[in-house]
């Protein structure tokens, strides 16, 4: 801004201020009062603002909200197309204002992922907010990102998240609220990054009373930049200060200056009881600290020094909010946008953003929606200022707001636009494409033009003409526009001619197909004939149905010709077909007569086995192998033989592998022959492969040696020993009892197959007996004697 110009604004207000600064006559009455106090209010920040500049000029980028990619509104974020044609209008009309700067909510706990409990979910905002900012930079201009907490504004998910906040301790909410602001750093990369902003609001919002008191709000700050220094975050300025209303405002801006913060925010809501000078006071606070200073959100909310006697409701007021919507304030909010500018430059900030940038593109009649609740009005603005993105147009608030933030007013016109494409066409339809041209602050939007009459408006690249006639030629021509109301000239022309009408359409399907037969081929495979279709143009095909019964038909297939070959049936099953015959234009005859057919039964065998390998593994093991037999229709699996000699081979076992470990009844060194033979689903066998023969190992491993034998003397001709059964590679075959009247020349008396032995074999009375015991096999492996234990005889 220039000095002059600084001059000549602070001079205007001063001639506010001696005129009286009269009402609109549009007001309504009950407002009057509350206009005329705020047109002072704004007259008392001015003349505050005229006693500090000194005229010159500072390079303050002036920002906007980017209200559409608000965090609050969470999920909707994720719809369809909604980056497509919800932000980027947003962001190319704020690019046309000639902002220098977006601004950006990623609120708490929107890029927090524990909040969502799975890695997609928080994935999908990432990426979002990175489109966002990669869009942003294209465009060429900044990023400011604030990240706090969400207000549960109507049409939002802020609801959902304050839940979210009532679960969490002071601790753990601090924690998350740091490691979403690492997030946005780390992924996001926004130019500058606002933390703390409104510790009152934030304490409100999230339920948190440790976040509206200085010494808590301090906490909370010192955690989010130890959390950034810990996560080596060095490139993204960082800032924190509070709102201008909040009491103890120094306090919490003193306390901000006494941390490594790299600027001082403040946000500035209320005109009354000299809040806006304390935006000057921050200001000058910073810069004696060496720090910048900026406001990363401001608007003139209607609000009276009455009600700001309960600021904490006043302040965060759906019904506020609302208020500010209606057309007759905007002379008002010209008036204080000027203001800001003015502090700006008097304040030396290093950016402001204006939040309400709804109201650039469209504001509402209070005679329509004055007496409609808060919620519908907000949603009614919110729908107005998409509707008039669309087609490019600005409220007068939003052309002033232009005309504050340029250096000098803008009267060049966009670039012309390249001629336009034609896309898709018909008869009644022609789809008009061009690409977006250029201009020294941003093009609004685009007029369309048909044989030299406008068509469209609209701030997309396409339009899709639903109002053209059959066999007619069209000449499309684009202009593009800005904000100032500069028109590009009209770019060079596409022409196009509609499709003509056909022939009235043909209804007359073909005759219904007769005489339908059908003949089993084969065990796979069906013929099904009939007497061809006659049609009033032509038969361009035949549906042909099948099915399991008559009542189960669905079509299976379609043919040129009158006959069908299935290929795709079982053996000796029966199929049921009928035929519909269709032509060009798709009319379709009645269905033939059902016809039913039996296929012929499988009695093809699969091939024989072949290289059968036979390999004893062990004395009891025989691990067969052979190569895959086919079969015509599908291999079922595989009859295993086997026998003692060649000749008297039986049926072992079946497997649908091609192997297969014999461990059933074999016995150590014996010889053993093997065949396979292949069958399939319908029972049919394949020869027996050629024999296959093995040779289990020999048994050369004895039992376990017996242990703990017990003997008890059960009378003076009887003595009973028992003892823990062997174990044995194969089986125990027997055990062996040995018996003396001293332990060193035992003799054997006895054998058993089991663990126990009872000796009554010439025992004489009082005489001591010494015992052991010996395992042993099948194969004569005899285990050692195990210990010997002894009994006196009664």
Known sequence: MSSSRFVIVALFFCRLIASGQTVPSNVPSQYQSLYSELQGDISTFSQAISAQGNGSTYPTMFASQALTANSDLGSALLNPNYFQYDVMPELQELKALGVSAVSVHINFPILYEPYYGNQQTFQSYVSFYQQLAQQIHSMGMKMTAETTVASAEPGTNGATFQTYYLGLTWNEYIAGRAQNAVNVAQLIQPDYMSVITEPDSESQNSSQPNAGTPSGSLQELQTILAALQAANVTNVPVGAGAGTWINSFTTYIQNAISTSVSYIDTHMYSVSNSFPENALTAASMAHAAGLPIAMSETWCKKISAAQLASVQTALNSPTIDALDTMSFWEPLDQQYLQSVVNMAQAGQFLFVSPFWTTLYYASLSYATYGSQSPTAVLEASYSASINARSIGAFSTLGTAWETMILPSPDTTAPQVPSAPSIGQFSQTVVQVLWNATTDNVGVAGYNLFRNGTLLNTSSQVNFTDNSASPSTTYSYQVQAFDAAGNLSPLSAPASVTTLTPIAPPDKTPPSTPANVQGTAVTDQEIQVTWSPSIDNVSVTGYHVYRGSSPSSLAIFASVTTNSFTDNSVAPKTTYY??????????????????????????????????????????????????????????????????????????????????????????????????????????????????????????????????????????????????????????????????????????????????????????????????????????????????????????
């Open 577 to 794: 077909y009928a035929v519909v015959a269709f032509d060009p234009s798709y009319n379709y005859s009645g269905q033939s007569a059902t016809m039913g057919v039996t296929s012929l039964p499988d009695t093809t065998p699969p091939t024989v086995p072949a290289n059968l390998v036979a390999t004893a593994t062990g004395c009891q093991q025989v691990n067969l192998s052979w190569a895959a037999s086919t079969d015509n229709i599908h291999l079922s699996g595989y009859a295993i033989y086997w026998g003692k000699t060649p000749t008297s081979m039986i049926t072992l076992a079946r497997t649908t592998s091609t192997s297969y470990v014999d461990t059933i009844s074999l016995a150590a060194g014996t010889t053993y022959y093997y065949a396979v033979a292949a069958y399939d689903e319908a029972m049919n066998y394949s020869a027996q492969s050629a024999v296959a023969t093995a040779v289990t190992l020999p048994d050369t491993q004895p039992p376990t040696v017996p242990q703990n034998l017990v003997i008890t003397a059960q009378s003076g001709t009887q003595i009973n020993l028992a003892w823990p059964a062997s174990t044995d590679n194969v089986a125990v075959y027997s055990y062996h009892i040995y018996r003396g009247i001293n332990a060193q020349s035992l003799s054997l008396i006895g054998s058993s197959s089991s663990p126990s032995y009872s000796d009554s074999r010439s025992l004489k009375a009082n005489q001591t007996y010494y015992y052991a015991v010996s395992a042993s096999d099948a194969s004569g492996n005899s285990s050692a004697q195990s210990a010997v234990f002894s009994v006196i005889n009664p």
